[in-house]
């Protein structure tokens, strides 16, 4: 897989309307480390911090975000959207569908609340933070890697559903560009980032268990418009979920 180009993705972004600048690294501690570091530095909105491995990558819940080989890892700064609580991961995991969807040919799901989909398993996920009124955005992609499982859900590879040879450059600018497109999104244009986020999701009418401060079962009725989960239990009450873990395998 060609290697990441700066200069290729920086054109790539200008012709989907962004003038942003981008840093591809060969290594790095953490892309989100970066974009925190360029942010407090004076970095513009949608900057873009990307890197072929990185040894102190994070997901969700300071998990351990494990880099495969030739994966796609980058970050991004979002500034002013720390404001928008969860609906800038919503923005961010829309946006990253869609380029994941138009890059490879096959469609594209979200898993509450993070994680990206293809044929039902995972390949990537998004993860949001926040510094004062500022958020960086990071995305990982397992493009190569074979199949298996992680946290107990199936894992992939998304180049396996790939209808053409993956172009990383491309997919890179596809993604960031995708992602400050739904961030900027206001009016009708929100409505339609929040529907496209209900209708890719892997979870809306099935039944489910979350686990966080709490662990409940249920069936999922909807979304908040901040992507809080909406989830219906067997006694008939409804509970609004900001944050948590869903399990499809064990729910009853």
Known sequence: MEPLDAETVRRGLLARG???SVRAAGCTGSTQDDAAAGLRAGAGHGAVFAAERQTRGRGRRGRRWVTTP????F???ARGAAAGGGWVTMAAAVGAARALEDCTGAAASIKWPNDLLLGGAKVGGVLVETIGPHAVVGVGLNLLQGAGIAAGQPTAAAA????RPIDR???LAACAAGILDCLAARGQARAAVERTWAERSAVLGRRVEVTGRARRRGRVEGFGPDGALLLRDAAGALHVIHAG?????DAG
């Open 70 to 73: 030739g994966g796609l890892l």
């Open 18 to 20: 962004w003038d942003v």
């Open 160 to 163: 396996a559903f790939a209808r």
């Open 169 to 171: 450059n491309e997919l």
């Open 245 to 249: 873990d869903v399990s499809l395998r």
């Open 75 to 77: 970050s991004l700064v």
